[in-house]
C-alpha cells in the first residue's frame, strides 16, 4: 500500500527555521516526483516545491530562496528545508507523490499533513 | 502564479447534478491538458478525484467526470451523495515545472 508520512511540524518563531520529513512507504521515491503543497488554516491549497527522480527542483515564487526539497534515497524520505519563515507560512503542509507526464502531472497519493505554526 | 477561480460554494440536493467551474488562463488550463481535482473532507487530506481532464483514477466513483473548454475546467457530480458534501480543488500544470490550484469550492448536499 501506497503511504506517505509527514513530520517535523511544529511552532517557530519568525525569521526561524524547520525541516520537515516525509516517510514514503509502498514505492521508492527515488523513482517518483515528490511534491510538498500547503494549505493555510482556512484557506486554499497552494503548491510549494517538487523534486524530479534526476534531483532537479522547482519551487513556487513565495518560497524561492527560503526553501529547499531534497531526498534520502536510501532512507525513502522527501525533507523540506525552510529558512526565514514567515507569518505568512503558518499552514498545513502535505507531501504528495507526484504522477508525471510528458509535461505536468498531479499529485495521485497524499499524506495527512504537517502543521507548521509561525509566531512569536 | 496567481490562483485559478472557483465558486466558492455550491449546493445541490441528493440525485441531483452539480458543475464546479475552475477558470485559469492560456498560460495553465487554457495550455495543457493537465488539470486535476480533488475532494476534501474536513481535517482530511485531498483526495485526487479526476487527473488529465477527465480521467477517474481507479476506485473513484464513475457519477465524477471532468471536462475542459478554452482557459475553463469543470467538475461534474451526477447523482449526489451525502458523502459527496466537501470541498474541492482544481488543480492545473502551469509550465515551467510550476502547478496552480483553485481558491476551492465548498459543496452542500441540501
Known amino acids: 500500500e501506497v503511504q506517505v508520512v509527514e513530520s517535523g511540524g511544529g511552532l517557530v518563531q519568525p525569521g526561524g527555521s524547520l525541516r520537515l520529513s516525509c516517510a514514503a512507504s509502498?514505492?521508492?521515491?527515488?523513482?517518483?516526483?515528490m511534491s510538498w503543497v500547503r494549505q493555510a488554516p482556512g484557506k486554499g491549497l497552494e503548491w510549494v516545491s517538487i523534486?524530479?527522480?534526476?534531483?532537479?527542483?522547482s519551487y513556487a515564487d513565495s518560497v524561492k530562496g527560503r526553501f529547499t526539497i531534497s531526498r534520502d534515497n536510501s532512507k525513502n524520505i522527501v525533507y523540506l528545508q525552510m529558512n526565514n519563515l514567515r507569518a505568512e507560512d503558518t499552514a498545513v503542509y502535505y507531501c504528495?507523490?507526484?504522477?508525471?507526464?510528458?509535461?505536468?502531472?498531479?499529485?495521485?497519493?497524499w499524506g495527512q499533513g504537517a502543521l507548521v505554526t509561525v509566531s512569536s | 502564479q496567481s490562483a485559478l477561480t472557483q465558486p466558492a460554494s455550491v449546493s445541490g440536493s441528493p440525485g441531483q447534478s452539480i458543475t464546479v467551474s475552475c477558470a485559469g488562463t492560456s498560460s495553465d488550463v487554457g495550455g495543457y491538458n493537465y488539470v486535476s481535482w480533488y475532494q476534501q473532507h474536513p481535517g482530511k487530506a485531498p483526495k485526487l478525484m479526476i487527473y488529465?481532464?477527465?480521467y477517474r483514477p481507479s476506485g473513484v466513483s464513475n457519477r465524477f467526470s471532468g471536462s475542459k473548454s478554452g482557459n475553463t475546467a469543470s467538475l461534474t457530480i451526477s447523482g449526489l451523495q451525502a458523502e459527496d458534501e466537501a470541498d474541492y480543488f482544481c488543480c492545473s500544470y502551469a509550465g515551467r515545472s510550476t502547478w496552480v490550484f483553485g481558491g476551492g469550492t465548498k459543496l452542500t448536499v441540501l
Open positions: 504528495a507523490r507526484v504522477e508525471m507526464a510528458v509535461a505536468g502531472g498531479y499529485f495521485d497519493h
Open positions: 523534486t524530479y527522480t534526476g534531483d532537479s527542483t
Open positions: 509502498g514505492f521508492t521515491v527515488s523513482n517518483k516526483y
Open positions: 488529465d481532464v477527465n
